[in-house]
Structure formats: C-alpha cells, structure tokens
C-alpha cells in the first residue's frame, strides 16, 4: 500500500487544530489516517459516518454513508475494544439503509451476518414481512429460549403472530396464553397493565374465533368485560406506560386477515410487531391509502356498505400505523374514525358480526384514550352480539 505522507501530515494537522471541527471536516481525515493507524482512527471513522448517516435525510446518502462504515468495522481485527457493538451498529445502519431503496436480497444477507452474531430480531422481521412466517417463529422461539424467563410482550406477541401466520393456531394460542399470564400476573401484583390485559383478552378471542374455539373465544371476551368494567368502575389503580404503542400493535394485527398476502415479491408489514418495519414495506403499506381512499368513495356512491365498512377498517389501521402512537390530542383525532365504523355497521341489521367487530374496535381505542365508561358500554353490546 502506498502512503501519501502529505496527506496524512495534513489530516494530522487538521486534527490539532484548535477549531471546532464538524462530522463532514473529520470524515476525511479519519479517512486517511485510517489506513496508517487502523486500531485509533478505525473505530473513530465507523462513529464519524454513523453520525453523519443518521442525519442524513437522503435514502442514497445514507446508503453510502452506511456502507462505509460497515465495511470499515468489519476491517477492525476481532478482539479489538467495542468492536462487535461498532459493527452492529453499521449493520443495522447498512441493512436499514439497503431496504429504504428496495435492495431486499442484500440487506437481508446482512441481517442473516446480525443473526450469526446473536441478533435474530430483525431477521425475523424480514422474513415475515416476506410470508415466511415458519422461518420467522423458528427465530423467535430460538430467542425466547435464551431470554430470560418473564419475556416482553413485545416478544410473545410477535412470535404468536408469525406462528398464526404459519397456520400453526394452536402453538400461537400456547405463547399468547404464556402473555396473558404475564399481564394477568402484573395486575395483580403490581396495579398495572389492565388496559393491557383487556386488549390482550380481546384479541386472543379472536384468535380462537378464527379456529371455530367458540367457547375460548367467549371466555375471553367475558373477562375482558370483567376488567373493563372495574376500569370504568373504579379507574386505574396505577397508570401504565407505553399504551398507546400496544394499542396499535393489536390493532394493526387484527387487520392482516384482510390485506394481500406477503411473499419475497410483495412484502407486506410484519404484523405483530410495532417497530423495526422496513421503510419500503412502511412506505408501501401507507402508499395505499389514495387508492383505499378513493375505493371507499365509490363504495359509498353505490350504497355498497359491507364492503365500504371492511374498506373503512383498513383505512383506520393505516392511520394508526402513520399516527397511532402520538398523545397529542389523540382521542378527538382518532374518535370520527372508529364512529364512523360504527355507525356505518349499524346500517347492517343483517349483519351482526360487522357490527360487533366495529364496537370492539371503537372499545379498544377508548381504552386507550382511557374513556372506559364509553369503552365498557361499546364491548357489552359487542360481547351480546357476538354471543
């Protein structure tokens, strides 16, 4: 390797200089002193190209900018002092970057490099986002049995959902059974999670719905009753966190049934889990709104009300994904949506299980905007209607 001394002498006066120096001045010189001194200024360029990737807000800066950093970590020798965490980060950065602009081949080759390293997660989500839900569970159950004992809800409702998606009914009923414990335990030890609980509850009846278990489905939804009701008798005991993330994670996966199917051609959200979607597959998914929208607009013109109410629900899901998570007036945001499907349902006398699901929907989102007078009136007539 040939050295250019006068370059590295600038980079090093650059470097001693007393002037604030920016990510964009320093990129150039770790650059070149890289190549001298890999073990000081290798680590320093993989941080410097991190930064500047994460403020970026160019999907092609970003791919560039990642991937210098990526093959810069892999170059640093094993052993050395954060190297693995380093290289993490620039894999994620990489594979992040890489399905922004829908290189789907490649950055899934990089997130099977993070599973060899321990870091299934998002190579979990890849594969459901492409309807490889078998593969999916297979990573999730490997991690739950190297977790600890009392796993997130996150977790289980993740892998209860891709083994769902595989068909696998009865072993995702067993691991969200394994969630409801967990809530069911943080109630009533702690005062908290009962929002949660309802949710869980009326979500794991539809679960059993979906596979003719009439009366786990029954028994579910009448608990779900029972808390609410204390709720909406008595309040909260202890306010729960991260509400509003939860609510939306069920709610977008009650929908999958509804939408296309996913496959390596035509990835889909991998439903089940709030964070960590692809920016293609986010973009993609929400990139369908215009043509629901107009969808819903003709059905209304022609009176095709059941259909309109189905097209109204996938509407409402993709707004929640968009903003289901921000506080800020959430209720009056999101209340005309979820009346809509009621009201909407109502005009079907015939057809009871749309009007049920329409209620449930709107009970849920009270919940969260901890409305559970309201909330409790709406899942009563939806439990009777549906039993």
Known sequence: ?????????????????????????????????????????????????????????????????????????????????????????????????????????????????????????????????????????????????????????????????????????????????????????????????????????????RMREVVGDGAGAAAARREALEVLEGLATTGEPRKSNGLLERWRTLFVLSGRAAEPAASPEFPMPPFGTENGWSRDVRDGFLGMLPGLEAEAAGLREVERLPELVDVRRRIGIRTAVRDGNHHYRFEERFAPCFDEGVTLARRLPDDPARLARALADRSMFLVAARSFGPAYADLAEAVALFH
């Open 1 to 205: 390797m040939t050295i250019d001394h006068d370059a590295v002498l600038r980079a090093r006066v650059l470097l001693l200089g007393s002037g604030r120096l920016w990510p964009e001045d320093l990129i150039g010189a770790y650059r070149v002193l890289a190549e001298v001194s890999p073990r000081v200024y290798g680590p320093k360029l993989v941080d410097t190209l991190l930064t500047l990737c994460y403020q970026s807000r160019d999907p092609k800066v970003d791919l560039a900018l990642s991937e210098e950093a990526y093959r810069a970590a892999r170059r640093s020798e094993a052993g050395e002092p954060g190297r693995a965490e380093r290289l993490r980060r620039a894999s994620d950065a990489y594979q992040a970057s890489l399905f922004a602009l829908g290189r789907r081949v490649e950055g899934r080759a990089v997130c099977e490099e993070l599973a060899e390293a321990g870091r299934s997660e998002r190579l979990a989500t890849v594969l459901a986002e492409e309807g490889r839900f078998g593969e999916a569970a297979e990573l999730d159950e490997a991690a739950a049995r190297t977790g600890s004992p009392a796993r997130s809800f996150r977790d289980l409702v993740r892998w209860a959902a891709n083994l769902e998606g595989a068909g696998l009914h009865d072993a995702a009923s067993a691991v969200f059974r394994e969630l409801l414990v967990e809530t069911r335990r943080e109630a009533a030890e702690e005062g908290t999670g009962l929002p949660v609980l309802v949710w869980e509850l009326v979500h794991f009846a």
